[in-house]
């Protein structure tokens, strides 16, 4: 027995809605407080960012700014690593600290009741760590077992080869960010102390504070905790972002055991900061970054090789990579392969269609407001104003710039921004039976590579 | 903090659960199907899990797919997932289209069966093969998550086999088996409709009326076998696995009271006393001091019927055995045993639990979807206003006792990851009971 169904009903009239209105007081010393007052709930994120990012690694010194930003919990002047753990958490609370590329960041998030104690304690943190010589070298062992686990995951032996292939040697892109190794052996103690001492400034920090607090209540913490820290930053570099290779080459990395292939293709694009950002971004969504996307509804719900593919920006102030992901069925990975090269030329030749290009944009203006449910998402949508160095309206003007797109600036900027004939293709899997499969797609020279390669081990 | 909770129940028995929060436009709109593995027939494993993929596949109104365009197009984000005793479909979009999100919910919970077809069986079988593939196959220590429920509960118990099932049996998935599976499980009284934020209650009311109103009750859904096991399992459990992974990694499971049993919270407690974040014992003993683990955690299932996992997890740190790594990990559990826990341990973990309460509940989703939870396990979505309280109430007597009670050495289950290189030929899988 079927239902009538009722018809498929229209939106109602939207409501108003407005990112949180925030306000930027920079101290004497340099410090940026940023402070947005959301009240709703009675908890406050309090999220320092400064401008110590592993671009900043001194040469043969990898991995520095990373493992400095994990030694920030470990100890202050005042406490042990396990005292501060102890007073931070008896607060609730828990500290997160750690760098990308471009930044180092201290982050909690506390009950009201709690957020003037936990301030005082993010302030010791950032200022004051201790860096205890036995908990630098439990970190680097550390550093050393999570590089064992990412050297035998398909996974991780993917993301490490594609990056390595994507930039040039002399680029500090093609290592890891937090150091392979070799580098990670000769980080010591004084390193660390050096960086912090160095990059570690208030010039160079700004202290976002979002949540069930008032500015003057920010303003009065932060000079209280941070008012009398002193010192310059040197200006930040500019780093090599230069590719490896000029032609499209098909990297096939043999793990004879892997039940599945892991599936790259990418090259080096654009900086954030690019004028074409938001064209990007709805290119990339129609291309792969929607669930409707050409690439997931090509490889996955047309051809079922796998249970998604995706791709993305991986946003950062240099020139940034442009990386399409998958992890295909073996015996059809030569035709997700082959799919998603057509997919990246069909976004070149055709523009995109009516259907297409609403869906994008009215997904990425309907669902601004979702994205900033959070005290700590709106701390880091705020937190990346400042590392990319955005205009303060950046989130009052988002959403008209999303809408002003047109299907010939996605034309466009495919076009300009990605090349197929560039397109490095890696591959994880059982050689024996890719290679054949791989040449016979006549793409692009197949070179295979044990995991161990010296290539990829950064 | 108080989540608002207005709770009603349609005619046809469905549950509908409303909580009012105007601080952004935007609403989730939350169903719980009251349906898991643990309701699959035999030589039909994986099949809840496949059916959660058809759901997205279309329904008399709706194309393939256009659920998720839908839904994105109105500018929201949504998914679905499988478990146990449950499957949950979800969506938050902004509040003037909740109308279009309950629609597309209730188009395929009255009308799904004229749109399933052959070729979207076939291919959704290949999509999960590839997701078995992915998330269990191609990682290291993938198995774990179908390895620990097969060595902890009996093989005819209905939480034994695999969520995501094998691939013989999603073969063998037909048709008629869809058909079969939504008419006696996909009905309006055994689902929670939950929605969350943005809302008048009155106007969400009238839709839901309108649109899952009209769908008729269920045959009544089989019962399910016993789910009750012994108290513990009395005596040690143990299995090795070789793998391809780099470093071994060591689980460490109890059975103990079901989710929402006083139990259960003294249980939840003592995971964060053991495993959660710097200050825990496991930081602070096996990765900190004795230098054996390079992370380590504790967690419970959170299974609401005949009884729940307690899991310690724990990975080696680089050239430490997996022997060395066992025994300490089972040396920490005969200490909390032995001597019992603290009230500044308990205070701590308590502190934590009640940030994380406020942080998470800041989320339209995940309000929706805990006050579908305690709709769907407990009747009453109250509950979720009471669980701080319940956390509070917990006392290192309490806890001390709880470990003297489920973590002795008869009542432990160990699933021990060892590199493939250097495991004895001989010793591939080896379950002692």
Known sequence: MMLDA???????????????????????????????????????????????????????????????????????????????????????????????????????????????????????????????????????????????????????????????????????????????????????????????????????????????CTPEEAVRLATMHLGDWAGRTPPAPVPDASPRFMDRRVHLVDKPDAQQAEMRLGHVAVPRAHPDYFPLVVMN???????????????????????????????????????????????????????????????????????????????????????????????????????????????????????????????????????????????V?????????????????????????????? | MQIPVESLTLPNGLHVVLSEDHTAPIVAVNLWYHVGSANERAGR?????????????????????????????????????????????????????????????ADRMARLLPAMTQPKLDTQRDVVKNERLWSVDNQPYGTWWERLPALCYPPSHPFHHSLIGSTDDLDAASLDDIAEFFRTYYTPDNAVLTIAGDVDPVEARALVEAYFGPIPRGQGRPALPDMTVPFTFGAPLREVVEDSCALPRVFVASRIPVL??????????????????????????????????????????????????????????????????????HAELDRVVAHGVTQAEVDRAVALMETHFVTSLQSAAERADQLSRFATYFGDPQLVNAQPARYRAVTAARVSAFATTYLQPDNRATLLYVPAESASADASIEVAA
């Open chain 1, 6 to 212: 009722p018809a498929r009903p229209g939106p109602t009239a939207p409501r108003p809605y407005h990112f949180p209105r925030f306000e930027t007081h920079v101290l004497p010393n340099g410090i940026r407080v940023v402070v947005a007052p959301v009240h709703a709930h009675p908890v406050v994120t309090i999220l320092a960012v400064v401008d110590a990012g592993a671009t900043r690694d001194p040469a043969g010194k990898h991995g520095l700014a990373v493992l400095t930003g994990r030694a920030l919990s470990e100890g202050t002047v005042t406490m042990t690593a396990l005292q501060l753990a102890e007073r931070t958490e008896s607060l609730g609370t828990v500290l997160d600290t750690g760098a990308d590329w471009d930044s180092s960041i201290v982050q909690l998030t506390a009950l009201t009741a709690r957020a003037s104690d936990a301030f005082a304690v993010l302030a010791e943190v950032l200022r004051q760590p201790s860096f205890p010589a036995v908990e630098m070298q439990r970190l680097v062992e550390e550093r050393l077992s999570d590089l064992t686990q990412i050297r035998a995951e398909p996974r991780g032996l993917a993301d490490v080869a594609l990056n390595r292939l994507l930039y040039a040697p002399s680029s500090r892109f093609a290592r890891l960010a937090g150091g392979d190794e070799t580098s990670v052996a000769t980080i010591t103690r004084e390193d660390v102390v050096a960086f912090h001492t160095e990059h570690f400034r208030p010039d160079a920090t700004a202290l976002l504070v979002v949540g069930d």
């Open chain 1, 285 to 427: 969504a129609i291309l792969g970054g929607l669930f409707s996307s050409r690439l997931n509804l090509n490889l996955r719900e047309a051809h079922g090789y796998t249970y998604g593919a995706h791709s993305a920006f991986d946003w950062r102030r240099a020139a940034s990579p442009f990386e399409i992901s998958s992890a295909v069925q073996t015996d059809k990975c030569a035709d997700a392969v082959r799919e998603a090269l057509h997919e990246v030329e069909r976004m070149r030749t055709h523009a995109v269609s009516d259907e297409e290009l609403s869906l994008a944009v009215s997904y990425l203006d309907g669902v601004f407001p979702i994205r900033f449910e959070t005290t700590a998402a709106i701390a880091s949508g705020l937190a990346n104003v400042e590392i990319f160095r955005l205009p303060p309206s950046y989130f009052d003007t988002y959403r008209a710039h999303v809408r002003a797109v047109t299907a010939a600036d996605v034309l466009r900027v495919a076009q300009t921004h990605l090349d197929p004939a560039r397109l490095q293709v890696v591959i």
């Open chain 2, 45 to 105: 494993t994986g099949f809840a899990h496949l059916f959660e993929h058809m759901l997205f596949q279309g329904s008399e109104n709706v194309a393939a797919n256009e659920h998720f365009e839908c839904v994105q197009r109105a500018g929201g984000t949504l998914n679905g997932s499988t478990w146990l005793d449950r499957t949950n479909y979800y969506e938050t979009v902004p509040s003037n289209k909740l109308a279009l999100a309950l629609w597309l919910e």
């Open chain 2, 260 to 329: 929402g049993s006083d139990a259960y919270y003294d249980a939840s407690v003592l995971s964060s006393i053991l495993g959660l974040r710097t200050g825990s014992r496991f930081e602070q003993s096996l990765v900190r001091a004795q230098r054996v683990a390079s992370s380590a955690s504790c967690f419970t299932f959170d299974l609401s019927k005949g009884a729940d996992l307690f899991v310690a997890d724990v990975t080696a740190l680089a050239d430490i055995g997996a022997d060395v790594l066992e025994a300490a990990v």
């Open chain 1, 429 to 458: 899997g059982p050689a024996e039976t890719l290679q054949p499969a791989l040449e016979a797609l006549d793409i692009g020279p197949v070179t295979v590579h044990p995991p161990t390669d010296e290539l990829f081990a950064d």
